[in-house]
């Protein structure tokens, strides 16, 4: 199985984002109330994803009409959502072929232990490097047992501070505050799709412990 070898990597496409918080996915943005998510049609809980999910199943998304889709919320508010479907060749190119042109491009490669860190790739080695590495890593990935996840990121983001940044965490730390990342993770027979704002996740996390005023 090749992805990336049908995907251009490091390409211009616009992004989107909602007033209220990053956009996630389609109409659904990060911080939306748990509340207002439960009252559209086939919401279900679904505990087993996470305590408090909501989940609805037969969902559309890169030709695939099969999904299931998830709802991971902290503190009543939208955190993640998360596709899920059965895992082929074909559904896999089409989705990172659907997530690439909705402007986002790799960015970071991880399976078990290991990782590939396109960003270091391009500072270490060049834009001409990326194509090797990238193939290489995910070879050796798919022909072993591990899991292999997809990390992907707004191409604007990658324009503003790639050539800034000499790793990863590097490009975390330039994005704006509400920056957007799909993970695409391939695992047994199994294709998961996650949408996050890692920064707007940080901050809620921060602003969370900072009102934890507990003298003792």
């Known amino acids: 199985m090749r992805i990336i070898l049908a995907i251009m990597v490091l390409c211009c496409c616009a992004v989107n984002a909602h007033a209220d918080g990053p956009q996630l996915f389609k ?25 408090g999910a909501l989940c609805r199943d037969k969902q ?16 009543g ?21 659907a997530v690439s042109n909705n402007g986002y491009s790799l960015a970071l490669m991880r399976s078990g232990s ?12 060049g834009l001409e490097a990326v194509h090797s590495a990238v193939n290489g890593f995910e070879a050796a990935a798919l022909n072993g047992s591990n899991n292999l996840i997809y990390t992907l990121v707004q191409n604007d983001v990658l324009t503003q501070c790639r050539k800034t ?22 695992v047994n027979a199994t294709l998961y799709v ?18 934890q005023n507990d003298p003792f």
């Open 114 to 125: 290991n990782s590939c860190d396109v960003i270091n790739v391009i500072h270490t080695k």
């Open 77 to 97: 508010k939208l955190t993640t959502i998360v596709l899920k479907t059965k895992l082929d060749e074909q559904r896999a190119i089409k989705t990172m072929g």
């Open 27 to 51: 109409d659904f943005y990060y911080g939306q109330p748990r509340a207002d998510i439960a009252k559209i049609k086939g919401m279900v809980p679904c505990n087993d994803l996470q305590k």
């Open 194 to 211: 996650r949408f996050v704002a890692p920064k707007a996740a940080f901050a809620s996390m921060k602003k969370l412990a900072s009102e």
């Open 165 to 186: 940044s000499t790793n990863y965490a590097d490009l975390v730390q330039c994005a704006p505050e509400d920056m957007r990342v799909v993970d695409m993770e391939l």
């Open 60 to 75: 559309s998304f890169a030709g695939n009409d099969k999904w299931g889709q998830g709802f991971v919320f902290a503190d």
